[in-house]
């Protein structure tokens, strides 16, 4: 497991590339047969992947959280964004396509990730935070997701939101997931941007060509940084730090966020004119 460490934003507005990189990016999302994880000091949130191809994969207890098993104390959403592949948990076997999810509540013992082809392999995207009741797992997609267009074409910023993990489809501690799609022809994302003081947020870019990049910023509003990044990568965005991307081409991607609440649009709203 990866551990990262929570930075101050006087601290981050001294980063070089490298450094922001190293502190902020997690290049490697998906490693062949691993569940590949990262450890955010930021509201404590783990998020990462696993790729099952050649056998099977449990999600077992790191040794950083000192637990009996994974979520012993500890919620869990996961969205398939690979070929068809299945998640098992505690004998109970979950099928799911790409752009289909579960809610994992706590308490659930054993998790074993499946692909239905090795050719063609399961990716699951995985977030976690601490919690503090045990809630049903429930199968989400973007059928039941609560949806939400968003944008212009005048602005470059036409996109979809599904939210998966959300008061209005799942009951959940604090986790809060969802997809945003831009359409075809449009760049930008969460612009104008804002922050929330009182929650985190972990951004995963996919659905980008290998060749194309999304130009994540992030910072304080007049000390703003940005992060160039490929397909399948993902960024840890503070309380303090705005976040919003611009790509090539058009993509898709996860938001995943804890802390405080629940409430989707509790948000402090930056105006376009006022970002330096």
């Known amino acids: ?31 062949q047969d691993e569940v590949s994880l990262t450890y955010s000091h930021v509201d404590r949130i783990i998020f990462g992947g696993a790729m099952p191809v050649d056998k099977d994969l449990t999600l077992a207890a790191a040794e950083e959280l000192r637990a009996e098993y994974f979520l012993q104390r500890r919620e869990m959403g996961a969205i398939n964004v690979g070929g068809k592949g299945a998640v098992i948990l505690d004998g109970t076997k979950y099928e799911l396509d790409k752009y289909e999810g579960l809610y994992i509540g706590m308490g659930t013992k054993e998790i074993i990730f499946v692909s239905d082809d090795k050719n063609n392999p399961a990716k699951f995207y995985i977030n976690s935070a601490p919690a503090h009741a045990s809630y049903p797992t429930v199968k989400i997609d973007r059928s039941n997701a609560e949806i939400v267009e968003l944008g212009d074409q005048k602005n470059m910023n036409k996109r979809t939101i599904y939210k998966f993990l959300h008061p209005n489809v799942c ?67 503070p309380s303090w730090s705005i976040h919003a991307g611009v790509g090539t081409s058009n993509y898709t991607f996860i938001w995943a966020m804890c802390g405080e609440n629940q409430d989707f649009d509790d948000m402090d709203h930056i105006a376009i004119k006022d970002l330096k």
């Open 1 to 31: 497991m990866d551990i990262r460490y929570a930075n101050h934003p006087i601290d981050s507005k001294k980063y070089d590339t490298t450094e922001l990189r190293e502190h902020y990016l997690q290049e490697k999302i998906f490693v």
């Open 171 to 237: 009951k959940t501690c604090q986790l809060s997931m969802g997809v945003t799609m831009l359409k075809e022809g449009n760049s930008w994302n969460s612009m104008p941007c804002h922050t929330h003081e009182r929650r985190m947020e972990v951004y995963f870019y996919f659905d980008l060509p290998e060749d194309q990049r999304v130009f994540h910023l992030m910072g304080e509003q007049d000390e703003t940084r940005h992060i160039v990044m490929a397909n399948e990568q993902a960024v840890i965005s």
